[in-house]
DNA sequence: GTAATTGCAAACGGTTTGCGATCTC
DNA sequence: GAGATCGCAAACCGTTTGCAATTAC
């Protein structure tokens, strides 16, 4: 997340990092599957390499990364149920009160054959003051 | 999350962490935060001090904690819309195919005048596996 | 008095980064 | 050849933890 550029050479590290995320999509990989599972075919590959080309990859679009916390924890007081708004630009978290969605969770269970108990869901964008300014 | 027990002293501490909290409950503070404001009641206050009290409180449903990432970073090719189901118990991950719910970003931009641009949403439970096993 | 809790400081662990060497184009 | 990328190792940093001292009950 921290670096920008998207300048690309296909390297052989990146294709073989690609393919077997891709290859083992279903079974959504850690850093470290993946790091295990490509240095069998690139013995002397680092987990430095694993990650700058994770993000290069997912910057390009080609992959997508699950519950990577770029946000610190947070703590709320609430406890009732409501969600949550994140501004991608100041950081501010503001609750969305938000009709409860159990019913989803019986849906999500019935179709997957799964218990669903909860579900987490965070809305991004820019917050009213963040969206006013055009230019800084 | 790793600390189980649910023996409970009402310690000033805690107290002036829990006042803290629910007082600043709108601007969803991080351990940081709670800690710096915190330390100006309670000078000789430490992080651990901090983060153990937060995770009892929330063990007593007191307070919940956002964007906590127990899960690691997972990466996943297939970068359609679709949402994830995690199992608790084993880990695992599953692909939920939800109808897209494009139509609640607008909804919630609508609302509270923000500019909604994602979400993420995550289902927890047992997977079908899982939850077949009634005792170990 | 006993056990939970604290303060301190060190450890933890996933991720990032600086650097000289290497590879892609 | 220029500069992106690699391998290596150390750093980073939010969070956790071991331990002796303190505190709640």
Chains 1, 2 share one sequence.
Do not use: W
């Not at 073989?16 to 599957?33: F, K, M, N, R, W």
């Not at 080609?62 to 950081?91: P, Q, T």
Request: hydrophobic content about 35%; aromatic content about 10%.
């Amino acid at each position: 997340m921290s670096q920008l550029r998207l300048i690309t050479r296909t390297t052989n590290q990146r294709q073989v990092i690609y393919d077997y995320v891709q290859g083992a999509s279903l079974s959504h990989p850690t850093a470290e599957h993946i790091f295990r599972a490509v240095r069998k075919k690139l013995p002397r590959i680092s987990f430095g390499t694993v990650y700058r080309n994770l993000l290069a990859l997912e910057q390009q679009g080609l992959i997508v990364s699950l519950f990577y916390a770029k946000e610190h924890a947070r703590y709320d007081a609430l406890v009732d149920n409501h969600y949550h708004f994140v501004c991608e630009k100041c950081d501010k978290v503001e609750n969305i009160s938000l009709e409860e969605m159990q019913e989803i969770n019986k849906q999500i269970s019935r179709r997957h054959g799964v218990q669903v108990h909860s579900h987490r869901l965070y809305f991004y964008g820019l917050c009213s003051d963040c969206s006013k300014i055009k230019k800084v």
